[in-house]
């Protein structure tokens, strides 16, 4: 018997198995190169040993020394030169924030992760990060994992919902290794996929691979949480001051996303190479760094030094500004740093520097309220500890799997009722902001999960009820060069493809063209399309034979445009709001 014929509980406990393996050894595997660019980079060029979290042998007796301070800047930049080599020469889509990536896989790419992209991604993220770039190392080992996991259900010629599930799986138990997080990793597979809704056959399988990729990371690792563990205990005086560290931390993790994404969407625009933007991303963080080296790297070490008020450790070493000025600037200036070592095409994660914005925030509120009430704010390490979890839980809407991961961090159990008032309000004053735009609002907008919902209405409503584009399309003439710059100025994997006359010749895919050479057409492949007349129905089924999320229009042989999922869901909503008027 085929391991796709197994019952679910049982099919699914091999398989967690085998990716829960996979990701503990992913994670070490990112996390050792990790250690030898910081050892390369930082250390070796720059002279500087950055402070380590108490879980990964750091000491609260830290003191900053750097022989070389003004090499920082060189650091970032030639990290972000290498880095952006590497991505945009063999894997584009590599870029950025790991996570965001293997989400779309999920919704959109029916968990198909070109198989180049793991060793990519970790390569290039480990330089981006081990050379100072503000990022995170979560993302890249969950992109990591989820793309082994899709290779791993082609090898078991899993069908397209095995797949989803094992990317999804694979988000979870990489973050949750590389974490020391179990349970919030398990949690995150199934949560982080949409804004408000949570994929349930995802949970078991993510408690299997996670479970299992903790005990592989940690045994080697060490099973002492990054963060050492929180000792103090609960006092429930203290929940209004929670409540409104809640409000603080829902307002940062707005500014946190509107930033990162202005960063980004400017450098997506600015025409120039994009082997020269990584390098002004990495140049710009370390000039950040070389006045507030906090900023640089994952930053767990700074986060511990916040949490255990070893606050005389933070300097700006070239500029003398006083301590409560440093302080009160550095979650605006991480912000900034991760916006420009990511936003610009570096590769690195978005979940670590939430987590030490997070902190400096709640170090600052905790200044403010030690101030104002002193007997209820005796120490910054449950202010510190809620509010990064608070706010990255609302940036990444998915405040139950953070919520569980930060305690698991710091082994602050005790901090959960004030934790869950503060993620509760943080997530209600965030909105519809997240960090992951590949996110869906809930399972009946994801196009995984089309079929589910959609299926009567579809078969009623016709293409030509719906709104086309126009672009983007793939002329037959032009080279391959500029059709695949123009997939990724728009987020595409394929085109269609017409001629000089405007026939619809086919379709074009990132996967054919690589790094190929020549001209579109000859590169061409059929595809199906639908006519004006056709159902929305019809367009779902060549969009789910294609692996698109848009199906070409063609009538006697013209190409007429697009229609794109968006499009069919406006039509849907439009029909759906009149039949809910005329009931």
Not at 195 to 217: C, H, N, Q, T, W
Not at 220 to 242: A, E, K
Not at 299 to 316: D, K, M, P, R, T
Not at 529 to 543: H, N, R
Request: include cysteine.
């Amino acid at each position: 018997m085929r391991i796709r014929e197994l019952p679910y509980f049982v099919k699914w406990f091999i398989l967690g198995t085998v990716i829960g393996v996979v990701a503990g050894l992913s994670a070490l595997t990112f996390y050792f190169a990790l250690k030898l660019m910081e050892y390369l980079f930082i250390l070796k060029l720059v002279g500087y040993e950055i402070p380590e979290p108490l879980g990964e042998g750091g000491s609260l007796n830290y003191v900053f020394h750097a022989e070389r301070i003004w090499l920082i800047p060189l650091s970032t930049a030639l990290g972000g030169l290498l880095s952006g080599l590497i991505v945009y020469t063999w894997a584009p889509e590599a870029e950025g924030h790991g996570t965001d990536a293997a989400i779309n896989a999920f919704h959109r790419l029916q968990g198909r992760i070109r198989r180049r992209i793991p060793p990519i991604k970790l390569i290039a993220s480990a330089i981006t990060i081990g050379s100072g770039g503000s990022a995170g190392r979560e993302g890249p080992t969950a992109q990591l994992s989820a793309g082994i996991g899709s290779i791993l259900a082609d090898l078991f010629s899993l069908p397209p919902e095995d797949r989803r599930i094992a990317v999804a799986v694979g988000i979870g138990a990489g973050i949750g290794s590389i974490f020391k997080a179990p349970i919030g990793g398990a949690i995150l597979a199934a949560e982080v996929l949409y804004k408000r809704d949570f994929e349930s056959e995802v949970l078991f399988p993510a408690l299997v691979a996670s479970a299992i990729g903790y005990v592989i990371f940690s045994s080697v690792t060490g099973f002492t949480p990054i963060f050492g563990y929180y000792m103090g205990t609960f006092n429930p005086l203290r929940l209004p001051l929670y409540a409104v560290l809640g409000v603080i931390d829902g307002l940062m993790a707005i500014l946190y996303v509107k930033t990162f994404y202005s960063v980004h969407d400017a450098f997506k625009r600015w025409r120039v190479s994009n082997y020269i933007k990584p390098v002004v991303g990495g140049a710009v963080t370390g000039l950040i760094g070389l006045l507030f080296p906090e900023v640089l790297g994952t930053g767990y070490g700074w986060l511990n030094l916040a949490e255990f008020n070893v606050a005389n450790a933070f300097i700006s070493p070239v500029i003398a500004l006083p301590l409560l000025i440093i302080l009160a600037l550095l979650p605006f200036l991480k912000i900034v740093a991760t916006s420009f070592s990511i936003g610009s095409g570096g590769s690195g994660g978005v979940y670590a520097p939430g987590l030490v914005i997070g902190a400096f925030t709640g170090f600052d509120a905790w200044l403010i309220f030690h101030y104002l009430v002193p007997g209820l704010a005796p120490d910054p390490a449950p202010f510190v500890i809620i509010s990064m979890l608070a706010l990255f839980g609302a940036a990444a809407k998915a405040p139950l799997a953070v919520m569980f991961m930060v305690v698991e961090m710091t082994g602050s159990y005790q901090l959960l009722p004030g934790a869950m008032i503060a993620v509760a309000i943080a997530y209600l004053i965030s909105g519809d902001y997240t960090i992951y735009r590949a996110q869906v609002p809930t399972r009946r907008d994801s196009p995984a999960h089309a079929d589910e919902y959609r299926v009567p209405l579809l078969m009623e409503i016709r293409v030509n009820e719906c709104e086309l584009i126009k672009e983007p399309i793939a002329h037959a003439d032009e080279d391959v060069a500029t059709a695949l710059n123009r997939m990724l100025r728009y987020r595409y994997t394929a085109l269609p493809v017409i001629d000089p006359e405007g026939r619809f010749m086919g379709v074009v895919s990132l996967y054919d063209m690589g790094r190929g050479r020549g001209r579109v057409r000859d590169y061409v492949r059929p595809m199906r399309y639908v006519t004006p007349e056709s159902t929305l129905y019809d367009a779902l089924g060549v969009m789910s034979e294609a692996g698109t999320t848009w199906a070409p229009v063609v009538n006697n042989g013209e190409f007429l445009g697009i229609l794109t999922m968006e499009g069919m869901n406006r039509a849907y909503s439009e029909r759906l709001r009149g039949l809910r008027a005329n009931a």
